[in-house]
């Protein structure tokens, strides 16, 4: 599985240093940018499109909920963990789509809940096959025409369909379809 490309956005110095080391805990994930103004963050996400991005909610100039808007309205797919003092933003954080709130001081054992919700819900480890087989059922082909495709039979395309539907918690391959384009993987 590839590592979880990470920005931490933050005023407070000591709160980004702590959450920089609560996050060396965790091997999937990979800090590639920390900044304290956000302006930079948000120039920076826009350029190296992380994955997450953990963001505090009170901070000069810009609140976290109008840096949110500015990463959501971006043709990108980055999630965003607010991390704040105050649990009164919280609505205000559900209304922008953000992934997950965390409340500070944060835990490790907070944290850890958030990272493996989001690798559940978002980093799904698929073979260049899966991804094959996938596309080819987004196109309409069955697993008989699937397998004559591929050059491999019927059974192994079955077995494939089975383990992707297991991997991404899909049930059936009406669902998957649905899945794979919503993270553009057809």
Do not use: W
């Not at 196109?139 to 395309?157: D, M, P």
Request: net charge neutral.
């Amino acid at each position: 599985m590839s590592k979880i490309k990470t920005v931490l956005i933050d005023d407070e110095t000591r709160s980004l240093n702590r959450l920089k080391i609560l996050l060396t805990n965790f091997k999937e994930v990979e800090v590639i940018g920390v900044f304290e103004d956000a302006d930079l963050g948000v120039a920076f996400i826009t350029k190296h499109e992380p994955d997450l991005v953990l963001l505090d909610i009170e901070m000069p100039k810009k609140s976290g909920i109008e840096i949110a808007e500015e990463i959501n309205k971006l043709a990108i797919d980055t999630k965003i963990i607010f991390v704040s003092a105050h649990d009164h933003y919280a609505i205000k954080a559900i209304k922008t789509s953000v992934f997950d709130y965390l409340l500070k001081p944060i835990s490790i054992d907070e944290l850890k809940i958030a990272l493996q919700r989001f690798t559940t819900k978002y980093q799904i480890d698929l073979s260049q096959r899966e991804l094959q087989i996938i596309r080819e059922l987004a196109n309409g082909l069955n697993s008989k025409a699937i397998g004559e495709k591929l050059f491999i039979s019927r059974h192994t395309v079955d077995t494939y369909r089975r383990k992707i539907l297991e991997k991404t918690g899909c049930h059936n391959s009406s669902e998957l379809i649905k899945f794979a384009t919503s993270r553009n993987l057809v």
